[in-house]
């Protein structure tokens, strides 16, 4: 692949001794989003997990712009690959403002021009310089999402992990941030690794997808195929049947 910019390849990764990611494998080129779907309880958010991170105890090999992943965590790395959950609500501290959210990964990094960078972060995802001064609460979902994706971007990252970025969200406030993600991904030159389970968010930003079964990648396939039906494996099948 030209100007790839993650690979993973032979992911492992177990909890107690039951191996629930069991040799993943996926290429991802640089400005693309690549979509991960699959069941409930398939493996998809804990290959995110690892990937941003947040679970160090995994195998195999996880490189970003050909730079293997640091099995201890380094902050400098991991700055560069930020991760969008399904809940705002669950991840943005309800007492804290979202200028001390926003704040947070700047002075754990010791990066500076605080102010500038916060609204900067405001306008990119669309949010009025007031915002800085609520708190989650004060809010609607799809407020709190900009202010989870503003999070994510404001250390300038080069990779964004998105889990279910617009579940939580009503489908008119979806088209939203989906279309924000897609400008977003273009202003920054950003790569996304998105994991959904609805066949019309995957379409609207992701050319290729992996389909998850069981901890094992079982399919690579273009999101023109899979809208088609030209997949072979019968879950890819009922993936899209149920969509
Ligand atoms: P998905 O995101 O596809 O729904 P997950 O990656 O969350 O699936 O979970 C995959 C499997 O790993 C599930 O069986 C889940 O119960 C298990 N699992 C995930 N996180 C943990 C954990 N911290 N401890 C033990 N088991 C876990
Ligand atoms: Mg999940």
Same mark, same amino acid.
């Given at each position: 692949?030209?100007?790839?910019?993650? /690979?993973?390849?032979?992911?492992?990764?177990?909890?107690?001794?039951? /191996?629930?990611?069991?040799?993943?494998?996926?290429?991802?080129?640089?400005?693309?989003?690549?979509?991960?779907?699959? =069941?409930? $309880?398939?493996?998809?958010?804990?290959?995110? +997990?690892?990937?941003?991170?947040?679970? /160090? !105890?995994?195998?195999?090999?996880?490189?970003?712009?050909?730079?293997?992943? %640091?099995?201890? +965590?380094?902050?400098?790395?991991? +700055?560069?690959?930020?991760?969008?959950?399904?809940? *705002?609500?669950?991840?943005?501290? *309800?007492?804290?403002?979202?200028?001390?959210?926003?704040?947070?990964?700047?002075?754990?990094?010791?990066?500076? =021009?605080?102010?500038?960078?916060?609204?900067?972060?405001? !306008?990119?995802?669309?949010?009025?310089?007031?915002?800085?001064?609520?708190? %989650?609460?004060?809010?609607? $979902?799809?407020?709190?999402?900009?202010?989870?994706?503003?999070?994510?971007?404001?250390?300038?990252?080069?990779?964004?992990?998105?889990?279910?970025?617009?579940?939580?969200?009503?489908?008119?406030?979806?088209?939203?941030?989906?279309?924000?993600?897609?400008?977003?991904? /273009? &202003?920054?030159?950003?790569?996304?690794?998105?994991? !959904?389970?609805?066949?019309?968010?995957?379409?609207?930003?992701?050319?290729?997808?992996?389909?998850?079964?069981?901890?094992?990648?079982? &399919?690579?396939?273009?999101?023109?195929?899979?809208?088609?039906?030209?997949? !072979?494996?019968?879950?890819?099948?009922?993936?899209?049947?149920?969509?």
């Amino acid at each position: 692949m030209s100007d790839r910019m993650i /690979e993973v390849a032979d992911l492992r990764i177990s909890f107690s001794s039951a /191996e629930v990611v069991k040799g993943v494998a996926f290429e991802v080129a640089r400005g693309e989003t690549f979509g991960i779907v699959g =069941e409930s $309880g398939s493996g998809k958010s804990t290959v995110l +997990r690892a990937m941003s991170g947040l679970n /160090e !105890s995994w195998d195999g090999r996880i490189l970003f712009n050909g730079e293997a992943v %640091p099995k201890r +965590r380094s902050r400098e790395f991991f +700055r560069k690959v930020q991760m969008v959950f399904q809940d *705002p609500f669950g991840s943005l501290h *309800p007492r804290q403002t979202i200028d001390r959210i926003l704040s947070e990964i700047l002075l754990v990094n010791r990066i500076g =021009e605080i102010d500038r960078r916060i609204n900067k972060a405001l !306008s990119d995802v669309a949010l009025p310089q007031t915002a800085r001064f609520r708190y %989650p609460h004060q809010l609607s $979902g799809g407020q709190r999402q900009r202010v989870a994706i503003a999070r994510a971007l404001i250390a300038e990252p080069k990779v964004l992990l998105l889990d279910e970025p617009t579940s939580a969200l009503d489908v008119s406030v979806q088209a939203e941030v989906l279309n924000l993600l897609a400008d977003l991904r /273009e &202003e920054h030159g950003l790569t996304y690794v998105m994991v !959904s389970h609805n066949l019309a968010v995957i379409s609207h930003l992701c050319a290729r997808v992996g389909v998850m079964q069981n901890g094992l990648m079982v &399919e690579q396939t273009s999101v023109e195929d899979l809208r088609a039906g030209n997949v !072979s494996h019968p879950h890819t099948q009922e993936l899209r049947r149920l969509s």
